[in-house]
């Protein structure tokens, strides 16, 4: 074929929207790394837009290589529109444009180094993620459009899959793989242009779709039954390091920031005594680095060879509560083992289960799921006496006391709050009440703002606003230039109390201080400013008489898939720490979907409407069926605009209304079709009864409509009386309705080469005569009739066997 011939029809291919869809679904296999549907909105967006302008370019028989070139320019004008604030008019992009996306590049990258999956993606991510599926969409339409190589597509799609595939350490899900999969069997069955400038198929058609069907479906069995191919331990890592499901990580940093907004069911832990001051502790970090944060360098963990744990060098035991605790694993992932208090054995201990008394870590040396597991404990409650007391030589590890070498500024802060304290408790004291100080200090998730290069300076002297992060290693920092045995503590609160367990999730991650009493080991200092009353300090941080039973919220328990009850907040407004603190703390809100549903809908419904709308006036060369689908094209727009307007309304109803209302737009929708195929049947017959010029054309039209509504496929270059010869035989038509087609042939023969136009009143009742005979010996199903082939779907091939069909007994042979 011709590159002429190519321009001229490669843009009514289907591979087109086709591949566009294969990309998205395989998009989504990206949900396993990302949280939100901003993402996804995104995405989806850049591939609608590139497909979009791809189909118009290629409708205006632009060159291959200026539609590939447009594709590209509009993606830059699309990402200037979205994420520069130095353009001209929105969309053209101007000097500083590229230093605004080297700036979202840059953060991104560090975004991507430092979150843990998945992550709810903020600016410089959404930009990443963008300018790739953008650039992804351009490469995959050239491939499947203007190289007519579907099936290369399928290399770039690969690539994109294995992109959560390698920073999974699990299988993905298997709809991620059952999506792709279908995409790739779409794109193989995707209509291209032929030589002649009809729509045809690759050659592959039902068999294709059955085999590739039921490859997919027997992959994805196998996959799911025999042995998990998963990616751990295919990509370098460090023990902790990488997560799955739900993990926290250790390494506190002072700029952490919220990534995940999903709450999820954790841990359950049984046999927990109902008092203040406990935390469930996941690993310590006993070393600081200046702008960093805390680290667990230097864990000696040893193999746990019995059900008695090794203990640290302590004079006597500190006073408390012996309990045996259940933990169980229920979304948590990870290599640390929690536990309470101060673990004195484990009853069954497993195979690569390691503990490092000094540091009181109990380590795991694979990341361990859906286990259970027993821990006798000793929960310590000292006295302010026995704290008080608690003087002497410290028999700590040297690492412990290590002064970190910090801004002056600092060091003096720390002279300044312990002066006149002479007693390790006080002192300790003195630091956690300086920190909770909510006139001084402002608990916000949005983290320490301002960064001069030192983030806990930052955090102490300038913003003075953060989370549990930012006040637990304030306060390690402190203890530790003021001469006390400090580490920080990081794990989780203890939830919620259900009844008969306490339930632990995404909202419980805390960190905390915990400092060495000479004679009573490690004691526990939160220096957060909550009141939220799943956090509730050791009695001695606040002069409190310890209390055996102290109030707790009883509230149903989250599951792995339902939010989690909303928790109380501060008197003052502020938001407490498991809802907004924490190692990784979680934010309540889910999602907008409210918002979210009305823009994909309103991006989706344009974009359609604009293709399909050029799409359906292009492949009829019918006047008025092209005036009607211009028109109807301009109505659905102003509908859908008006549809999605209605439903930002409804975004605050009831779930019910959103529900009523898309089930009465999809009705109203599926009446589209018949009403526009009524509405081109009224316009026709006026004009056939009007008679003039056209009339004659028009009548015939509007049999062959009728007749392809019926499954008969009639091409518009089929000559007047092969088509009528067809009809004849597919519907059985009487005698009556034969001699009205006759009429109907006459009429038209004479309206193209005599310049008598036939009489009207003949021409119409001959029509109605046909059109009577098709009901009577044909009538349309209700599927035709609610869905009109006419309107749906385009006029078949030239290379049908059933043009050449011979005369029926010499009909219609001879006028």
Not at 335 to 344: A, D, K, S, V
Not at 396 to 401: C, Q
Request: charged residues 15%.
């Amino acid at each position: 074929m011709s590159t002429s011939t190519e321009r001229e029809s490669g843009w009514l291919s289907s591979a087109g929207p086709v591949s566009a869809l294969a990309l998205l679904l395989t998009t989504l296999s990206l949900s396993s790394l990302l949280s939100g549907v901003s993402w996804l909105l995104h995405a989806l967006v850049a591939i609608m837009v590139i497909t979009g302008v791809g189909v118009g370019l290629r409708s205006l028989r632009w060159h291959p290589a200026l539609v590939v070139l447009g594709q590209f320019s509009t993606l830059i004008g699309l990402l200037t529109a979205m994420f520069s604030t130095h353009a001209f008019l929105i969309v053209i992009p101007s000097g500083a444009t590229a230093g605004d996306f080297a700036a979202l590049a840059s953060g991104a990258a560090e975004q991507i180094r430092e979150a843990v999956p998945p992550v709810s993606p903020p600016s410089g991510m959404l930009f990443v993620i963008t300018a790739g599926i953008g650039l992804v969409a351009v490469l995959v339409d050239t491939l499947a459009v203007t190289a007519s190589a579907p099936a290369a597509c399928g290399l770039v799609l690969l690539a994109l899959y294995a992109i959560p595939a390698s920073l999974s350490e699990s299988l993905l899900p298997w709809w991620a793989f059952l999506l792709a999969a279908t995409g790739f069997g779409l794109l193989l069955t995707a209509q291209r242009t032929d030589d002649s400038g009809g729509l045809r198929t690759n050659g592959l058609g039902p068999a294709a779709l059955t085999v590739g069907g039921t490859a997919a479906v027997i992959a994805l069995l196998a996959g799911s039954s025999l042995t998990g191919v998963g990616t751990e331990g295919r990509l370098p890592g460090e023990l902790g390091g990488s997560q799955i499901g739900y993990d926290i990580d250790p390494m506190v940093s002072l700029r952490g920031q919220l990534d995940k907004k999903t709450q999820s069911e954790l841990f359950r832990v049984r046999n927990l005594p109902d008092r203040e001051g406990l935390y469930m502790r996941a690993v310590t970090l006993r070393k600081f680095t200046p702008n960093k944060g805390w680290s667990p360098e230097g864990l000696m963990a040893e193999q746990v060879d019995s059900t008695v744990l090794r203990q640290p060098d302590v004079e006597r035991r500190p006073p408390g509560t012996l309990s045996t605790v259940s933990i169980e694993f229920v979304g948590a992932k990870t290599n640390w083992l929690p536990t309470f208090g101060l673990p004195l054995g484990l009853p069954n201990p497993q195979p690569g289960w390691n503990y490092d008394p000094e540091a009181t870590v109990l380590v795991a040396d694979q990341k361990l799921s859906g286990i259970s597991y027993q821990e006798h404990v000793l929960l310590p409650q000292p006295s302010l006496e026995d704290l008080r007391a608690a003087n002497g030589p410290s028999t700590v590890d040297p690492a412990y006391t290590q002064r970190p070498e910090v801004d002056p500024r600092i060091a003096q802060l720390a002279r300044d709050i312990t002066k006149d304290k002479t007693t390790t408790y006080d002192k300790a004291r003195a630091i956690t009440d300086y920190l909770r100080d909510r006139g001084r200090f402002t608990y916000s998730l949005d983290g320490p703002g301002k960064d001069t290069g030192d983030a806990l300076a930052d955090f102490l002297f300038t913003s003075r606003k953060g989370y549990c992060q930012q006040f637990a290693a304030a306060m390690g920092v402190l203890a530790r230039l003021s001469g006390m045995p400090a580490r920080v503590a990081v794990g989780y609160t203890v939830g919620f109390n259900s009844g008969e367990y306490r339930s632990i999730t995404t909202g419980d991650p805390h960190a905390w201080v915990e400092v060495w009493f000479p004679g009573l080991g490690w004691q526990t200092f939160d220096p957060t400013p909550l009141t939220d009353q799943r956090v509730t300090p050791p009695a001695y941080q606040s002069d409190r008489t310890p209390s055996a039973s102290p109030t707790t919220t009883a509230v149903p328990s989250p599951t792995a898939s339902t939010a989690t009850p909303t928790r109380p907040g501060s008197p003052d407004g502020s938001k407490d720490d498991a809802q907004n603190g924490g190692v990784t703390p979680t934010a309540q809100q889910q999602p907008n979907w409210p918002l979210g549903v009305p823009v994909l809908l309103l991006v989706v419904l344009l974009v359609a409407l604009v293709v399909l709308s050029v799409v359906s006036v292009r492949t009829t060369r019918d006047p008025v069926v092209r005036r009607t689908r211009t028109a109807w094209g301009s109505v659905s727009a102003l509908a859908a605009i008006g549809g999605v307007a209605v439903l930002a309304v409804f975004a605050a109803l009831p779930w019910w209304v959103w529900v009523a209302a898309i089930a009465g737009m999809a009705f109203i929708a599926a009446l589209v079709p018949m009403v526009a195929r009524s509405v081109v049947r009224r316009r026709r017959l006026r004009q056939v009864a009007a008679g003039g010029d056209g009339a004659a054309i028009a009548a015939w039209r509007e049999l062959r409509a009728e007749s392809i509504d019926r499954g008969v496929a009639i091409h518009e270059a089929d000559t007047v009386r092969g088509a009528a010869r067809r009809m004849v035989k597919h519907h059985d038509i009487d005698e009556p309705g034969r001699e009205g087609i006759r009429v109907l042939i006459t009429a038209v023969e004479r309206q193209w080469y005599s310049p008598t136009p036939p009489d009207s009143a003949e021409l119409a009742a001959s029509l109605h005569a046909v059109l009577a005979s098709l009901r009577s010996r044909d009538p349309l199903s209700f599927r035709q009739r609610l869905w009109p082939r006419s309107v749906l779907v385009a006029p078949p091939s030239y290379d049908e066997a059933a043009l050449e069909e011979p005369a029926l007994d010499g009909e219609f042979s001879t006028v």
